[in-house]
Nanobody, 126 residues
Framework: QVQLVESGGGLVQAGGSLRLSCAAS????????MGWFRQAPGKEREFVAA????????YYGDSVKGRFTISRDNAKNTVYLQMNSLKPEETAVYYC???????????????????WGQGTQVTVSS
């Protein structure tokens, strides 16, 4: 069973930065594309970023390009999300997820991910 545990969320002022971490269990972490999504109250889950198994490929949602950076350390079974210049509208629960090898398709589709963490709250004050 795969477990994903997010950490690093919290309260930050607009324009500030946070770094989220997602620690994964299992010996095959390095074989999978990993992604970050977020969900604000009353809104649908939104794609934030994803990174390929080697770390060489990354893909971002349009709203975070140039401000967020996804990275991974396969030796530590951990994926990170560095978030800069945060905006109040980015207040949400941020989720880490593992993309299924069996499900093709876009990295930005939540339905293509088979394991999810419990989420970490990010609150951006104005």
């Amino acid at each position: 069973q795969v477990q994903l545990v997010e950490s690093g969320g919290g309260l930050v002022q607009a324009g500030g930065s946070l770094r989220l971490s997602c620690a994964a269990s299992g010996r095959t972490f390095s074989s999978y594309t990993m992604g970050w999504f977020r969900q604000a109250p009353g809104k649908e889950r939104e794609f934030v970023a994803a990174i390929g198994w080697s770390g060489g490929d990354a893909y971002y949602g349009d709203s975070v390009k140039g401000r967020f950076t996804i990275s991974r350390d396969n030796a530590k079974n951990t994926v990170y999300l560095q978030m800069n210049s945060l905006k109040p509208e980015e207040t949400a629960v941020y989720y880490c997820a593992r993309k299924s090898i069996l499900r093709g398709g876009s990295w930005s589709e939540a339905g293509k991910y088979d394991y999810w963490g419990q989420g970490t709250q990010v609150t951006v004050s104005s």
